[in-house]
């Protein structure tokens, strides 16, 4: 059990508890009338203080940020929102002209849709109910490829891509058609899937593929291929608290520091004092391995912080990193916009004041 001494940093208000067998105090306390005679009331103002967000690391593909001060709730939703609600472009329709290699039809047009590509979605419009394809909510690519014999390639030579001429459909293959207004709106950056090495069947001599396929724009929830993140993952950050109370007995410092991952425990190599480096703290996994041995009860507590969110997302296709979080927060405020016209109806329902106009 976690030490209950004068030195415990402990906060119900913030923290979870993490014992051996069970995680305490995971509900949220910032609600009115869940603390006697104090009012949580939800206040713009307290909100904007207590709201951070701040990069750790940001690359070609992903980004790490740390998000503070705000409910679990609303961490989860902008990761859903990312996984499942961020619009992207995908190949929607395939229409095959002739396929004569190994590979069905039906897989091969499964593959083509997973292709993640290059096209800012915010150029695109959505179809309508009616599915009429356009040159504002449709792209249309085609790959046509043959492989062919190289004649000129050695007897003893066993490597298809000497052997033959295109062997391999590759990603590089697809070709846009530009249609309409296309070619000037998207002047500068032609679509193309965001990775021209993907293959994507292998081809012999006299196997071809003549293949129209239109890409449209969607979101996750729609189907997987539209999800604009390979992952959008968050952890809420660990907190390890030593007991001064109780240190950890000298001999025992290697062992204990075993207990947690690479980095977070450090070591006097003079002394062999125990203390928590507070940078690398964010690395542990909370295995709770230190619960395991009887000889360190007491001498140290496991929390996290229950509004301070670790995210890490990886962009997959149009979008940069950095520019992924923000379009959840505008799809966001579109639900909570939405929200408050339904509240506007329903008061004016009650009202007899008549209706209000939804937005899309």
Request: aromatic residues 6%; hydrophobic residues 35%.
């Amino acid at each position: 059990m976690a030490s209950t001494s004068a030195h415990s940093l402990y906060d119900p208000r913030r923290h979870v508890r993490v014992d051996p067998e069970r995680v305490r105090d995971v509900s949220s306390t910032d609600f009115p009338g869940y603390w006697p005679d104090e009012d949580h009331s939800w206040n713009l103002e307290k909100f904007k203080e207590r709201l951070r967000v701040t990069v750790t690391r940001v690359s070609n593909r992903s980004i790490e940020f740390d998000m503070v001060g705000v409910d679990a709730s609303i961490a989860n939703a902008f990761r859903r929102i990312l996984i499942a609600e961020v619009p992207t472009v995908c190949i929607e329709n395939v229409y095959v002209h002739d396929n004569t290699s190994v590979m069905v039809d039906e897989v091969f047009a499964h593959r083509l849709g997973m292709i993640p590509l290059n096209v800012d979605p915010a150029l695109m419009e959505m179809r309508d109910s009616t599915g009429q394809a356009t040159d504002r909510n449709t792209l249309v690519f085609r790959v046509n490829v043959t492989c062919t014999r190289n004649k000129s390639s050695p007897k003893d030579e066993t490597d298809p891509a000497v052997l033959y001429h295109d062997a391999e459909v590759l990603s590089s293959h697809l070709k846009w058609e530009p249609a309409g207004e296309q070619e000037a709106v998207f002047e500068g950056k032609p679509p193309a899937p965001t990775n021209p090495d993907i293959v994507l069947m292998k081809l012999r001599p006299g196997q071809e593929v003549d293949i129209e396929m239109h890409a449209v724009k969607g979101v996750g929830k729609d189907h997987a291929k539209f999800s604009p993140v390979a992952t959008a993952s968050y952890r809420i950050l660990p907190l390890i608290v030593l007991n001064p109370e109780k240190p950890v007995p000298p001999h025992l410092a290697a062992k204990f520091q075993k207990c947690f991952s690479p980095g977070v425990i450090d070591v006097d190599p003079q002394t062999q004092e125990v203390s928590v480096n507070e940078g690398n703290m964010r690395k542990e996994t909370m295995s709770r391995e230190v619960h395991r041995h009887p000889e360190f009860k007491g001498c140290v507590e496991l929390k996290r912080v229950r509004d301070y969110f670790l995210f890490n997302i990886e962009s997959e296709g149009a979008y940069t990193p950095e520019r992924l979080f923000p379009e959840s927060i505008k799809v966001m405020r579109e639900k909570i916009a939405n929200i408050r016209k339904a509240a506007q109806v329903l008061s004016s329902e009650s009202q007899g004041t008549g209706d209000v106009e939804m937005g899309g």
